[in-house]
């Protein structure tokens, strides 16, 4: 499974690691990017990603439609949660 917040910024990206939560998310088989449109890029496709899950409807909808991928459109809270378990 790929996770994603969205496209989340650089900033927003540090923010979240000073606080302790990458690294929960990465130790939780999650990759985290940054100052990138994920839901366009072609390092994400059905050959080799099952399903996303993401808290943005616009990621949502491009990554079904144009990458072809399942995805689990959650909250951020709900990610952290899921994916920290």
């Not at 790929?2 to 650089?10: E, F, I, L, N, Q």
């Amino acid at each position: 499974m790929y996770s994603t917040p969205g496209a989340a910024s650089r900033t927003v990206k540090e923010q979240a690691r000073k606080i302790g939560y990458t690294n929960e998310l990465e130790r939780a088989g999650c990759e985290i990017l940054a100052d990138c449109c994920t839901c366009l890029t072609p390092l994400i496709s059905k050959d080799n990603i099952d399903s996303v899950t993401t808290n943005s409807i616009k990621g949502a909808y491009y990554l079904k439609n144009s990458n072809g991928v399942d995805v689990n459109l959650k909250s951020l809270s709900q990610i952290i949660e899921d994916e920290t378990r």
